[in-house]
């Protein structure tokens, strides 16, 4: 009797001694999940199934009845949905170590992170201590807070918002439209290199890229080109709109 493609793997998975491979994806392998056998099937033409338990602390998440080969789309939605104090792109860290040294590590780390609604309602919480104060933290917590919310620069120049900060500090250091300008361009610059690295290592790596092209005429007849790149760097889909001035990161691509 001949059995097709996917009826003959069946078979092979409900052997007795048939194991999970080691080649996981990198949830796995970074002890984000695990994945268990389910028992054999009956009828050993079925496809077996495994279980797909969350690691985070305290979470009883499982995803049951789930192919042995399986997307993974469903457990990352999972983190980010309710693990948000875990950022996937931790991922791309040390992926040059082994696994089992990845897994140990990033099983600790979730283990050791409790929820904010856990800290809220411990009765162990403590204040937290107050620290020296910093006047570029000051500015870049400011200038995120304006950007945001889509705020207007002017609105740092509002006596009423000036009468706010004098209150939490009296001897608050002066910060102007002007300040907080120069202190933009210092974080894009910072983010625009930081950004243009990451696009260097991806070539480099053998990484590809795809280009998204959005053309559009406004009510003024004055006539726009929008292209946009995106790229995966293992789990997290990148996105960016270049404009003019990012002309440097398309050489990076060429």
Not at 179 to 200: G, M
């Amino acid at each position: 009797m001949s059995y097709s493609t996917t009826t003959r793997t069946n078979i092979i998975q409900n052997q007795e001694d048939f194991k999970l491979s080691d080649n996981q994806p990198l949830i796995f392998k970074r002890g984000l999940f695990i994945k268990e056998l389910d028992p054999i099937q009956q009828d050993p033409t079925q496809p077996r199934t495994v279980t797909v338990s969350c690691t985070y602390k305290n979470c009883n998440k499982k995803f049951l009845k789930q192919r042995v080969s399986h997307a993974t789309s469903n457990y990352i939605s999972h983190y980010k949905h309710n693990h948000k104090l875990v950022s996937l792109g931790l991922l791309d860290n040390d992926i040059s170590s082994q696994a089992s040294n990845s897994s140990s590590i990033t099983r600790d780390l979730l283990e050791s992170q409790g929820s904010i609604s856990d800290y809220l309602s411990s009765s162990r919480a403590k204040k937290r201590e107050l620290s020296e104060f910093n006047n570029k933290e000051f500015r870049v917590k400011i200038l995120n807070f304006i950007l945001q919310n889509n705020l207007s620069f002017r609105l740092i120049d509002s006596p009423t918002f000036k009468e706010l900060l004098r209150y939490l500090k009296e001897d608050i250091p002066t910060i102007n439209r002007k300040i907080l300008r120069d202190e933009l361009d210092s974080v894009y610059l910072s983010a625009f290199n930081s950004f243009k690295n990451k696009l260097n290592n991806h070539k480099e790596n053998q990484g590809t890229f795809s280009l998204t092209l959005d053309a559009w005429t406004a009510s003024n007849q004055d006539a726009y080109l929008g292209i946009t790149i995106h790229f995966i760097i293992l789990l997290e889909i990148t996105h960016l709109l270049i404009i003019p001035q990012y002309r440097a990161l398309l050489e990076l691509m060429i």
